[in-house]
Nanobody, 124 residues
Framework: QVQLVESGGGLVQAGDSLRLSCAAS????????VGWFRQAPGKEREFVAT????????FYAASVEGRFTISRDNAKATVYLQMNSLKPEDTAVYYC?????????????????WGQGTQVTVSS
């Protein structure tokens, strides 16, 4: 089992950058694929990006590709989401989630462990 804690959210202006962190507890963190999702008020939770356990493979939603970068440091048991050129439509609560072994899913149903979320607000 793994526990996840997100941090790094905040209030920024359009065009600014933020880096979110997802710190994991538990052993064998490198065995887990990790995804970032977000949920805006009144909307369903949506996929943002995912990374394989080794960090060698990544996949992004079309809405963030080229602006966001997912990475991980398994020695620190942490996954990052670097968000550049932020837009007001990026405003949401951002969640990280983990899934054992299998990488590549953009569905919330495929992830077993979730953090509590961190708020990102982008003003225009």
């Amino acid at each position: 089992q793994v526990q996840l804690v997100e941090s790094g959210g905040g209030l920024v202006q359009a065009g600014d950058s933020l880096r979110l962190s997802c710190a994991a507890s538990g052993h064998t963190f490198s065995s887990y694929a990790v995804g970032w999702f977000r949920q805006a008020p009144g909307k369903e939770r949506e996929f943002v990006a995912t990374i394989s356990g080794s960090g060698a493979s990544t996949f992004y939603a079309a809405s963030v590709e080229g602006r966001f970068t997912i990475s991980r440091d398994n020695a620190k048991a942490t996954v990052y989401l670097q968000m550049n050129s932020l837009k007001p439509e990026d405003t949401a609560v951002y969640y990280c989630a983990a899934r054992l072994h299998i990488w590549g899913s953009s569905s919330t149903r495929d992830y077993d462990y979730w953090g509590q979320g961190t708020q990102v607000t982008v003003s225009s």
